[in-house]
């Protein structure tokens, strides 16, 4: 179909979850779910480094797999359940992850720390006791200019440090 | 007074960073996530080719495009905002050079930005930008420096006469004919350093608005001062200052770039201003790779006069840097490179001569240690000394390397050296590291066909640097205040974007005023409220700002205490203020919160209760240039093993011993040595900002230029060493560029020590595996 079509089809109706609550919209078809997120639903705490999908910084979790959403269409994860940095913290409550890259000072400017955080929690979820090079291994693909990863590093492996683990903010 | 013991104070502690909570709930409010009613959206249609002259720019199809409001071409924004004047001409040519923010009679690189594009939204306004048509005459791209000093190639710049923009300038410092006549050996090479840039997460971006009624224009920017962007955005506008009001929030990262305001910048207020409304600009990657600036690119030629024990007599030194298209920051650079050259070693001589050429490609800018160049250069060629003389690299630094109690305490070039712990931080390193059975350990392993090398690299950081004797006031201003609340402001014109500074500046307040850390606000990012400053650069936060907001808080405790010894009619010196409450006997119910006492002091001063002269303003403003202790320094080793087969290197150990005085927040410093250290990594084994020969640049994704990844930063060792203190009160240092200056020449002289049984010589900063596998095979075949 030539350009032009695709250009005139009218905005497509969509809806998703989206931190646990029923959200929905008009899309053009080109719109990413990045841009949905941001533009549409406010929910500025994804950010955008590359819109190429190399950076990492605007994973979500999109049906619990994190997902670069600079290359999902939000046409496509109609009917999805997504979360976001936004919807980490419970109730005011920093999940534990949260807390442990604060005491860590996991982050320095913050711009790449949702991707981050994104992308931990999903590793945690799956391994609940990753090692330090199985850490570094599933954040490899998130980009930090400022720190140098190691505060990262510390900051997930403090979380799932100590005995009073709980299953709280991985799911 | 109460003793002030190290475990009750904040300062010298890893306190939680108070920046952290927002950003770690996606909170943060970086330029992209602003917006304002009837907000619009810039793209810019920018040049595909290098070097080209403009025949025609025909928009006609864009301004007619859906949800397009206005297009502006290079005529007519020259209507609206003045030509940016470039730095460092050279002397006798047509120049001073200066160019449109947008490019009118030719474009000088790919991406150079032919038109802006307001539309209604991002979407949209590149769907106008591929509309527009834009007839070139093309020209013979100049894309390296040889071709650069070639005069049968187009001037870049016509009023240049040429492409060659200043020197060769040469100064000579100390006796350097009778160095190079004394010595035993002359040592030689061409050393270079490649081009690579800042790449911040978040690029440049600026939200412009401009309110028609009462004639001002507010702008949202990423910046790293927004003091100096309010100055360059008033001048490019032909604004008066007054009506310029620039703020800052977060800021995702910089290292350098995002200085003033560059040319996509201005032209995005000057379209607010022209359409009355709102312009958001937030560049994407390409743009922020391809055309936001580069670093580094300089060539050197090195002569380096020893002796056959070791020592380096003099240097003579030819250095020419690229500065890229858009003449801006280089000529600043080659002055700090040839200063500090010496760094903290006994070099007796030195003749350097600077060059700058422009070429067609992305314009030079600071980036991270910017001079660091001569850090390079030097410690390369201590390496190559110790090669050519067949001594090791350990024994030439410590025969070189000045010591604190005996003369010379100046580098040739004029610096004081006072302080300094150069010596002992590589003696310290090469203990941890274990020296001799690392050598060992070497030898046995290159038997098994294992290739291991160790390097190491010494340098000091200008943090901010000696105090200039009769120098100009080179300051750093913080206004600190109680307000109503009994909170205690603290105003700087430093701008945090990922150094922390408003936690750690309010440690250092909170101490010295005897405030608790939560009740201290840092307060940046507001040219309406900001003190005198250009921002944060330089690594000037922690000595002067730190050392600003102590002397600041100190003065304002002062005025407090009188104030309340009137009111209680106690003696000051019976008073203390301590954990955010006035204390000491004789206080009503042994303690008075700070807002209450404020509040006492106002009631007093109205109801004229207090004794003429009681300074009631809670507020205190002080300079401070840094005070007597001005370096950071240290060495850093490294340990790799080279993959003789795949040319891949891998970093086996990484340490890191430093001196950067007194620690603010521990765990702050760490981070800014840990990410320094990552930047020099890249750079090394990654990084390279590429063009073609025909000065198409290939480096213009993230696949491409490639950034160090998790799996790609070891483990940073640190160790800190006990400072000398040699000022009464401030021996806080800068740490932000130390990282960068000195990891690549460590890793370069690790990885050349590991392909010495090949007899390769490294000569040059960017080593990837091609690299690497050229330099074994073109010496082995």
């Known amino acids: 179909m030539p350009e032009s079509e695709l250009g005139a089809r009218g905005p497509l109706p969509i809806r998703l979850e989206v931190n646990g609550e029923e959200r929905g919209g008009d899309v053009e078809a080109r719109t990413t779910l990045a841009d949905f997120l941001r533009d549409q639903l406010g929910l500025t705490g994804t950010h955008l480094g590359c819109e190429h999908g190399v950076c990492g910084a605007c994973t979500v979790l999109l049906d619990s797999l994190p997902t670069r959403s600079c290359l999902v269409l939000a046409a496509s994860a109609d009917g999805c359940r997504v979360e976001t940095v936004e919807g980490l913290a419970r109730d005011g409550q920093l999940s534990r992850l949260q807390r442990a890259m604060w005491d860590s000072h996991s982050f ?55 005995p009073e683990r709980s299953g709280a903010e991985s799911k | 007074m109460r003793p002030r013991v190290p475990a009750e104070r904040y300062t010298g502690a890893s306190v939680r960073r108070v920046e952290d909570e927002r950003l770690l709930t996606g909170r943060g409010t970086f330029v992209a996530d602003a917006h304002l009613p009837g907000m619009l959206h810039a793209a810019f249609h920018r040049s595909p080719l290098p070097h080209a002259r403009i025949v025609a720019v025909n928009t006609e199809a864009a301004r007619r495009a859906p949800g397009v409001v206005a297009v502006f071409d290079g005529a007519e924004m020259t209507q609206m905002a003045s030509p940016v004047a470039a730095l460092g001409a050279a002397p006798g040519s047509g120049g001073p050079v200066s160019f449109g923010i947008l490019a009118m009679d030719k474009v000088r690189l790919v991406g150079d930005p032919v038109a802006l594009v307001v539309a209604e939204s991002r979407a949209l306004a590149e769907d106008a930008c591929e509309l527009i048509v834009v007839e070139y005459e093309e020209l013979a791209p100049v894309v390296t420096v040889e071709q650069a000093l070639d005069p049968s190639l187009p001037a870049i710049f016509e009023e240049l006469g040429g492409n060659r923009l200043f020197g060769p300038e040469v100064k000579v410092f100390g006796d350097v004919d009778g160095a190079f006549a004394r010595a035993d050996r002359v040592v030689r090479a061409s050393i270079h350093q490649h081009r690579h840039q800042n790449v911040p997460m978040e690029g440049r971006a600026i939200l412009a608005s ?50 003033g305001a560059s040319r996509e910048e201005a032209a995005c207020c000057a379209a607010s201003r022209a359409l009355g409304q709102p312009v958001r600009w937030v560049e994407d990657r390409w743009e922020n790779l391809t055309v936001s600036g580069q670093a580094r690119e300089e060539s050197f030629e090195v002569e380096a006069a020893v002796t056959a024990s070791g020592l380096i007599l003099g240097l003579r030194v030819q250095m020419v840097i690229d500065s890229g298209a858009y003449p801006g920051f280089a000529p600043l650079v080659v002055d700090i490179v040839r200063e500090m050259i010496p760094g903290p070693y006994r070099l007796g001589a030195l003749s350097f001569s600077s060059s700058g050429v422009v070429t067609n490609k992305a314009s030079y800018v600071a980036y991270r240690g910017p001079w660091a160049a001569e850090t390079f250069v030097r410690e390369r060629i201590v390496d190559l000394v110790a090669q050519e003389l067949g001594i090791s690299a350990l024994e030439v630094r410590l025969r070189n390397l000045a010591t604190r109690d005996e003369p010379p305490l100046r580098m040739v070039t004029g610096p004081s050296l006072a302080g300094i712990t150069a010596r002992e931080s590589l003696l310290r390193a090469a203990e941890i590291v274990d020296l001799a059975r690392f050598q060992e350990r070497q030898l ?43 909170l205690l402001l603290v105003h700087t014109a430093q701008m945090p974007h990922g150094q922390s500074h408003r936690t750690t500046l309010a440690q250092v307040a909170a101490d010295e005023f005897g405030a608790r850390l939560e009740q201290v606000r840092v307060m940046v990012g507001d040219s309406q409220q900001t003190p005198e400053g250009f921002g ?132 702050v410093v760490d981070g800014q040595i840990r990410g320094g250290v990552a930047q020099g990594v890249g750079a090394v084994l990654l990084e390279r900002s590429a063009y073609d020969p025909e000065g198409q640049y290939l480096s213009a994704t993230l696949m491409d230029y490639l950034l160090p990844t998790a799996l790609d930063v070891p483990h940073i060792e640190i160790e800190h060493l006990s400072p000398v203190r040699l000022d009464p009160d401030v021996n806080f240092r800068g740490v932000g560029e130390g990282g960068m200056i000195a990891a690549p020449p460590t890793i370069c002289n690790a990885i050349a020590d590991a392909l010495s049984p090949f007899g390769a010589k490294v000569l040059e900063q960017h080593l990837p595996p091609a690299r690497i596998l050229e330099l074994i095979g073109a010496t082995s075949a």
Not at chain 1, 131 to 141: I, N, P, Q, W, Y
Not at chain 2, 213 to 240: D, I
Not at chain 2, 652 to 658: I, K, N, P, Q, S
Request: aromatic share 4%.
């Open chain 1, 108 to 162: 320095q400017c913050g711009f790449c720390t949702p991707g981050f955080l994104i992308q931990a929690t999903a590793l945690l979820a799956e391994n609940p006791t990753p090692t330090e090079a199985e850490v570094r291994h599933a954040l490899s693909g998130n980009l930090c200019r400022c720190t140098g990863y190691e505060s990262i590093v510390r900051g997930v492996l403090a979380a799932c440090a100590g």
């Open chain 2, 210 to 259: 401009f309110d028609a009624s009462s004639g001002q224009l507010l702008v949202r920017a990423s910046t790293q001062g927004v003091n100096t962007t309010r100055q360059m955005l008033a001048q490019q506008l032909r604004m008066p200052l007054d009506r310029v009001r620039v703020v800052a929030e977060d800021v995702g990262g910089s290292f350098g770039l995002k200085f």
């Open chain 2, 444 to 486: 046995r392993l290159r038997d098994e066909g294992r290739y291991l090398g160790v390097g190491f690299a010494t340098y000091i950081e200008p943090a901010p640097g000696p105090r200039q004797e009769g120098g100009e006031g080179n300051t750093e201003q913080v206004r600190v205040e109680l307000d109503r609340d009994g």
């Open chain 2, 536 to 667: 944060t650069g330089g690594s000037r936060f922690a000595a002067m700002a730190g050392g600003a907001a102590l002397h600041g808080a100190r003065r304002l405790r002062g005025k407090v205490l009188e104030a309340a010894a009137q009111i209680l009619d106690l003696a000051p010196t019976d008073l203390d203020i301590w954990r955010g409450e006035l204390v000491g006997p004789g206080v009503p119910g042994g303690g008075l919160p700070l807002a209450e006492l404020i509040s006492r002091i106002d009631l007093a001063a109205r109801s004229g209760q207090l004794p003429p002269g009681v300074d009631v303003d809670l507020t205190a403003t002080e300079d401070f240039d840094g005070g007597e202790s001005g370096w950071s320094g240290g060495t850093h080793c490294c340990v790799v093993e080279v993959d003789p087969d795949t040319g891949l290197v891998r970093i086996l150990r990484y340490l890191v011993v430093e001196d950067c005085g007194d620690l603010i927040n521990p765990a």
